[in-house]
Every structure is written in C-alpha cells, then in structure tokens.
C-alpha cells in the first residue's frame, strides 16, 4: 500500500509540473506556452521553412502560424508565402474587390466601400438555349442566382450581354427583357426591355443599368433574362456576359 501511494503522489506531482510547463506537440523543444509542429521537421535550430508549419502561443497569449519568427508580431500573426493563403473567411458576402468592415463592437464581415470600384461577377449559367418567352435567372461564379447585399445602401448593377441569336420565323430585329429584382421574382426593381437587329445565328449584344435603392443587408439581388419575340431562341456566349456590381 505504502508503494502504491508513493507511485500516485509522484503521478500527480508529474502532471502538476506538465500543466504548468510548454505544450509540444511533434517537438521536445517548444519555443512558447503551445508550440505545434504541423511538418514534424524542427530542429534545435528552427529555419523559417521549418517555422512555416508550426504554430505558436507565447506567454502574452498571441498566437502566431506559418511565421519565420518564433514570435508572434502580434496578438493573431498568420504567415503564408502563397497568395490568398494566410487568410479565409467565408460569410456569403466574399468576392473580389470586397473589403472587411468593422461595427463598433469590433465584429467584421465582407462589404465594400462607397465608390470603392465595386467588383465583376461572371455568368456561368444558363448553358442550354433559353426559348422565346421564357424568363430566365442568371447563375454567377459564386454559384449563386443571386448577390448578397452585405451592407443598407443604394447599388448600381450593370449587364454586359451577349447571345447567340437563333430564329424560325425570319426575324431581323428582335426584342427581349432583362430584369432586376429583389430577394424573389415578384418584387421587381427595375427592368428594361430592348429592342436590336439581328441575323439569324449571329451574335448580338446589348449593356444595361440598373439602380437598386434603399437595398437592406441580407437582401437578395436577382437578375433575369428573356427573349420575347415568338419562335426565338438564345444561347448566351458565357465567356462575353457579365455583370458590374457597385454600391453608389
């Protein structure tokens, strides 16, 4: 009995002294509070390729990963010699040119400026030929139909269209619509109706703008095209279509 306690005391004196001392992980030679070594290729001399895989939490608490230091530069100091790779964050509202916006409170999310130049969403979708009267929504390269507004503000949304013009009727001029609606397809913004010459199985092309005002956080933009003679068709040419998105 008298050896089974002595082994218990010891047992908990050795946790005692683990929890007041460095975390290693993959590494006998932490060089902070936590210190992870993702590669399990350090050595007593630590290089910044071998500090490119580990993370570190010093004694201030910062928390320092991929860095060429063994010190955090700050109290979150992420590191990455590839583009875009220090840093993701996905909230619905990511896209190029977006910025991060701060509240009061110090949360953050994706948003963009007033005047900031705004961003280009290419159109990946429809594919297929879209039939005379046959309104149709637009699918971009998020893989949306539609734009997340991440801000309250007024926004410019402009469409660069062109379609492969396909007709059984003989028709050398042709009219179709593009629309601009708000979080479903019964509450319109705006919408134009246009009017071109065309040849059968040739291209055509138009540009329009639409303002959205007053638009709310969380709204929902969607952007819809249609032939609207009878016996046409169009196919859109994806690589020459695409939409502006500015908030104004």
Not at 41 to 70: F, Y
Not at 128 to 156: C, H, M, P, Q, W
Not at 183 to 191: A, I, L, R, Y
Not at 223 to 235: D, E, I, K, R
Request: proline content about 1%; charged content about 20%; aromatic content about 8%.
């Amino acid at each position: 009995m008298k050896y089974k306690f002595i082994t218990v005391v010891c047992t908990l004196l050795n946790l005692c002294i683990l929890i007041n001392a460095q975390v290693g992980i993959n590494t006998s030679d932490g060089k902070g509070v936590f210190h992870l070594d993702g590669a399990k290729d350090n050595t007593s001399s630590l290089s910044a390729s071998q500090l490119n895989n580990d993370v570190i939490v010093d004694g201030r608490g910062a928390l320092g990963a991929g860095m060429s230091v063994v010190t955090p530069q700050a109290k979150v100091d992420v590191s990455s010699d590839q583009l875009y790779g220090a840093f993701r964050m996905v909230d619905g509202g990511e896209n190029y040119g977006m910025i991060l916006l701060g509240n009061k409170d110090g949360y953050a999310k994706w948003g963009m400026l007033k005047g900031s130049g705004g961003y280009r969403l290419d159109v990946t979708s429809p594919t297929a030929a879209i039939a005379s009267k046959v309104e149709t929504r637009l699918v971009f390269d998020s893989g949306l139909d539609n734009i997340l507004i991440s801000e309250d503000a007024d926004y410019i949304v402009m469409i660069r269209l062109t379609g492969l013009f396909k007709t059984t009727a003989g028709l050398n001029r042709m009219n179709g619509t593009i629309k601009l609606y708000k979080n479903n397809t019964s509450t319109k913004v705006d919408g134009v109706e246009f009017y071109v010459g065309v040849v059968d199985n040739q291209k055509f092309s138009t540009y329009v703008v639409f303002k959205a005002s007053g638009v709310k956080t969380g709204d929902r933009l969607i952007l819809t095209v249609m032939p609207s003679n009878a016996a046409v068709s169009w196919t859109l040419d994806l690589s020459n279509t695409s939409v502006f998105f500015y908030r104004v």
